[in-house]
Structure formats: structure tokens, C-alpha cells
């Protein structure tokens, strides 16, 4: 089913489609939830925000740098202290409190 009049756009693409589009490019919700639906489980129809959408939203935002920061500072030994859960609390936060650019709904 084309929910979205066309197969993909920039940004955004059919979840029915996200497991032929890879990994890298649906990103991983996406992708498994089309897989989920492949081995007969109940998925609703919809779209997902392609990995190149996030990419988009980090640059536009400027939080690459903060992005980047969080990462190295986090690792599997500090990952359950409070100070690593705070930093990642604040980051995601941070996103929502920004907007989405109108690029990321234009088709290509």
C-alpha cells in the first residue's frame, strides 16, 4: 500500500519498504518493524523517518558536536551512573524542545 503517494521520498519512506532500503537508510526501528511484518506479525501501516532525516535534524540543530560528546563520554562500564543517564536525558530533551525542517517533508 502507498500511504505516501509514491514510494519514498527524501526523508521519509514506506515502513513496507524500509527492510529493502537497509538498515543504514531506514534505520533500525523501521527496518525491523518491516521485518516483523515479514515473518506474518500485525504491523500498522505507516512511514518512517529515514536515518538521513536524524542526520539532518542533528546538522541543521547543531547538536553534532554535542552528539559526539555524549558518546565518548559514555561507555559500557559508566553507562547505569547517574551522570551518564543525565547526559543522555538532556540531549534527547534538548531535541525535543527543536524544530523539524520543513526539508525533511519535501519530496524529491
Request: hydrophobic share 35%.
Amino acid at each position: 500500500m502507498d500511504i505516501l503517494g509514491k514510494e519514498s521520498w527524501g526523508f521519509l519512506s514506506q515502513l513496507d519498504r524500509s527492510f529493502s532500503r537497509r538498515v543504514e537508510a531506514a534505520g533500525g526501528k523501521g527496518w525491523n518493524l518491516d521485518r516483523l511484518e515479514r515473518y506474518g506479525f500485525d504491523v500498522p501501516v505507516g512511514g518512517v523517518l529515514t536515518t538521513g532525516a536524524y542526520q539532518n535534524f542533528i546538522i541543521e540543530n547543531n547538536l553534532l558536536e554535542d552528539a559526539g560528546a555524549i558518546s565518548r563520554s559514555i561507555s559500557i562500564g559508566n553507562i547505569e551512573e547517574k551522570e551518564a543517564e543525565y547526559k543522555s536525558f538532556s540531549c534527547s530533551e534538548k531535541k525535543l524542545r527543536l524544530d523539524i525542517s520543513p526539508s525533511i517533508f519535501r519530496k524529491n
